[in-house]
């Protein structure tokens, strides 16, 4: 079974710091992953997705991720963070076949401070 | 804006009762998938329907129920409601029935329930 792996549920990093939230992905098969964000009474919006195209995967607001096979990985970074960015961040793997349901990690809380 | 409606935003209902959330997808949009945040969980599938069949299965309760109408709306049903199903449901649309770079998941602003 495909899971994900989000290593800390909080990340606390000041205004202008590298933003930078860990996620491990288990699969037998390339997986896509992807990269959503949950604002406070919100739903998720997508930031970025990894689909085997390119590695590095460029999203929205300044939020990049690389896609690393020998470590397993799919982490998201922004050089610069802004107090907009405190949310709630989710890394998700879509199965592979005819299903596409999403399996969610745990969500890590980034908190911006000035 | 995602595209993706449903109603209500919140709920309070009392144990024992039964429930309806609504879903309206994007326009377009063949596949309804139905999620369920919950502070012990996390993010859950439930249940994914595609132009009105059946498409895939989770973690749902037999309690609960779902369905896909001809015009693609969908309704999740909760019934015999424990304290347990108090959580945020979410309801998102996609494209197509399976994996692809295409068919990504939009998701809507969520139901909150809360059972008393």
């Known amino acids: 079974a495909q899971s994900v792996t989000q290593l800390g549920s909080h990340v606390s990093v000041s205004e202008g710091a590298l933003v930078l939230l860990r996620c491990n992905y288990s699969?037998?098969?390339?997986?896509?992953l992807f990269w959503y964000v949950q604002y406070p009474n919100q739903g998720l919006q997508l930031l970025l997705k990894?689909?085997?195209?390119?590695?590095l995967v460029k999203g929205i607001n300044g939020f990049e991720a690389e896609f690393k096979k020998s470590e397993t990985s799919f982490h998201l970074t922004k050089p610069s963070a802004h107090m907009s960015d405190a949310a709630e961040y989710f890394c998700?793997?879509?199965?592979?076949?005819?299903?596409?349901?999403?399996?969610f990690g745990t969500g890590t809380r980034l908190q911006v401070t000035l | 804006d995602s595209g993706v409606t449903q109603t209500p935003k919140h709920l309070i209902t009392a144990t024992g009762q039964r429930v309806t959330l609504r879903c309206s997808p994007r326009?377009?949009?063949?596949?309804v998938y139905w999620y369920q945040q919950s502070l012990d969980q996390g993010l859950q599938f439930l249940i994914q329907?595609?132009?009105?069949?059946?498409?895939a299965k989770g973690n749902i309760l037999e309690r609960f129920s779902a369905q896909q109408f001809p015009d693609l709306h969908s309704e999740l049903n909760l019934s015999s409601l424990e304290l347990g199903d108090s959580a945020l449901y979410f309801c998102?649309?996609?494209?197509?029935?399976?994996?692809?770079?295409?068919?990504?998941?939009?998701f809507g602003a969520g139901t909150r329930l809360s059972v008393l």
């Open positions: 998700a793997v879509s199965h592979t076949g005819t299903a596409s349901k999403l399996t």
């Open positions: 699969s037998s098969v390339p997986p896509y």
């Open positions: 329907y595609y132009n009105g069949e059946e498409r």
């Open positions: 990894y689909t085997s195209a390119a590695t």
């Open positions: 326009s377009g949009d063949l596949s």
């Open positions: 998102a649309s996609s494209v197509g029935r399976g994996t692809g770079a295409k068919n990504i998941q939009y």
